[in-house]
């Protein structure tokens, strides 16, 4: 496997990177499958592994403690904080009360003494980035944390915590998070050259669009994703947004047939051709989802095959709108009313 630079880091970390969020009950629920999955991962060359504390109320994380025992300084481990925690409207968010304790509950859970990349899950407007800032950067300094990153960030977010960190003389922002697939391409209009132009590594989640790239959702098919934990609106398949999606994943899946590779290594090598983006966290729940991901870093997309897709999906387009993204608020359709 072909390492790649974590942005300005010095870092290395594959093109593909673990995401654990479906370890646990809300994905596998058997704790001794799942860690038999990350410990394949890690033999097949994976060292980039991105969890959180909401998943699973804290279960991913413990899962991955115990799959990374003996092997934590083979991984560059992520994890993230901001989502509700519990009833108390203090167990959330990015301020400096709630970072100090939750990253202690997460270096509990994770049975380590650090976190290489420490992540604000989702921008919190009520906060000022200071404040979450200066939080990350006292961590940073105890060594608890070695580097910050953002998800879900605008463009505008981004450069916002950059200056920040300038002006405050704080640690900076080295990574963002984002949604990013052939149907969901919002980022190339503002988030990838911003991090770019920042030197920021980019990991991008979804790359197979919550399964529509995977073939799991075909016209005629019937079916339709479920999530208690996604807007509704995502999840309509009568509207036209998603009716569109539906036609071109018809149009993907014969692409995939003519280029003599399966869908979900077309959807995943797409991502990692953008110069932009350093891993595509990739998800799975069994060891079978695993496997079908792995061969995708080999997979190398013709001018052609790229040229089509940009057909199908132009480059800054994101289908369904309600797909680019749950916490920059200021890119949903909402939060340009009056």
């Known amino acids: 496997m072909q390492y790649r630079p974590l942005g300005r880091t010095g870092v290395q970390v594959s093109p593909l990177c673990l995401g654990a969020m479906m370890f646990g009950p809300w994905g596998n629920e058997d704790r001794d499958d799942s ?25 991913s994380e413990e899962i991955v403690g115990a799959a990374l025992a003996g092997r934590r300084d083979d991984v560059v481990l992520a994890t993230k ?78 450069v916002e915590a950059q200056w920040a960190s300038r002006d405050r003389k704080l640690e900076r922002f080295v990574t963002e998070q984002p949604p990013y697939s052939i149907l969901v391409r919002g980022i190339e209009e503002d988030v990838l050259p911003t991090t770019l132009r920042h030197g920021m590594g980019t990991l991008v989640y979804s790359p197979i669009g919550g399964g529509w790239l995977s073939g799991r959702y075909r016209k005629g098919t019937g079916g339709a994703p479920v999530s208690s934990r996604r807007p509704a609106a995502r999840f309509d398949m009568s509207s036209p947004a998603n009716q569109r999606k539906l ?52 997979v190398v997309l013709t001018d052609d095959v790229l040229n089509r897709i940009d057909e199908l999906v132009p480059p800054g387009v994101t289908i369904n709108p309600e797909d680019n993204s749950y916490g920059a608020h200021e890119l949903l359709p909402a939060a340009r009313r009056r």
């Open 81 to 158: 904080f901001f989502m509700p925690m519990g009833e108390d409207p203090n167990t959330r968010g990015g301020s400096r009360r709630w970072i100090m304790r939750s990253v202690e509950d997460s270096l509990r859970r994770l049975g380590t003494d650090h976190i290489d990349l420490y992540q604000v899950h989702r921008p919190d407007p009520g906060v000022d980035v200071e404040e979450t800032l200066g939080a990350l950067t006292d961590l940073v300094r105890q060594g608890k944390v070695r580097y910050i990153g953002s998800s879900s960030f605008s463009g505008s977010q981004i």
């Open 247 to 298: 036609d071109i994943v018809e149009e993907l899946a014969v692409l995939a047939d003519q280029a003599g590779i399966p869908m979900i290594e077309l959807a995943i090598a797409f991502v990692l051709r953008h110069p932009g983006v350093t891993s595509a966290i990739v998800g799975p729940r069994t060891m079978e989802q695993l496997e079908s991901y792995l061969p995708a870093v080999d």
């Open 35 to 59: 860690v038999r999955i990350i410990r394949a991962a890690l033999d097949a060359g994976i060292n980039f592994v991105d969890t959180a504390d909401v998943y699973s109320a804290g279960g």
